[in-house]
């Protein structure tokens, strides 16, 4: 069975493309079929290209986000996916905000799928300057999130 997984930051430039394209590499490593996308909950960038740093940071172990072009979260999205993924508290309240009415698709944290790795939001390293230390974290959950979906 194919899964539908959007992945969601704020902006849509730094985090939320970086978990969609190692989610999608990591995925087909295990040949776990796949849908997958990224959005923002906020609309700044919209038809921008992830931010170039995280674009570098991601190309250095592999991973290509030049093609994505960020966008906004819509009411579609809660109906076209199986499973929206926040990076961090806010936009998982961002998200619960814009859900639609009597829609019941599972919205979660991308940490919780690693509980042991010390945060609970996915640092932005817009802010933080911290490209590798973002990385880092989502791999293993997204690599932790591959296995769940394939177990
Ligand atoms: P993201 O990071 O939510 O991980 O894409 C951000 C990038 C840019 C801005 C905020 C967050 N900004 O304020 O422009």
């Given at each position: 069975?194919?899964?539908?997984?959007?992945f969601?930051?704020?902006?849509?430039?730094c985090?939320?493309?970086?978990?969609?394209?190692?989610?999608?590499?990591?995925?087909?490593?295990?040949?776990?079929?796949?849908?997958?996308?990224?959005?923002?909950?906020?609309?700044?960038h919209?038809?921008?290209?992830?931010?170039?740093?995280s674009?570098?940071?991601?190309?250095v172990?592999g991973?290509?986000?030049?093609?994505?072009r960020?966008?906004?979260?819509?009411a579609?999205?809660?109906?076209a996916?199986?499973?929206?993924?926040?990076?961090?508290?806010?936009?998982l309240?961002a998200?619960?905000?814009?859900?639609?009415?009597g829609?019941?698709?599972?919205?979660?944290?991308l940490?919780?799928?690693?509980p042991?790795?010390?945060?609970?939001d996915?640092?932005?390293?817009?802010?933080?300057?911290?490209?590798d230390?973002t990385l880092?974290?989502?791999?293993?959950?997204?690599?932790?999130?591959?296995?769940?979906l394939?177990?």
């Open positions: 069975m194919t899964r539908s997984v959007l969601v930051c704020l902006g849509n430039i985090r939320s493309p970086t978990a969609e394209a190692v989610f999608r590499a990591l995925a087909a490593r295990a040949e776990l079929p796949v849908l997958t996308d990224s959005c923002g909950t906020s609309d700044w919209v038809g921008a290209p992830p931010y170039g740093p674009i570098t940071a991601a190309a172990r991973y290509d986000l030049s093609a994505l960020a966008r906004q979260l819509s579609r999205d809660f109906n996916f199986d499973l929206i993924v926040a990076m961090d508290r806010d936009n309240r998200i619960e905000a814009k859900r639609p009415r829609n019941a698709t599972p919205v979660a944290l940490l919780e799928e690693t042991d790795c010390g945060a609970t996915v640092p932005d390293p817009y802010y933080t300057r911290d490209f230390g880092d974290l989502v791999e293993e959950a997204c690599r932790a999130l591959v296995a769940r394939a177990g």
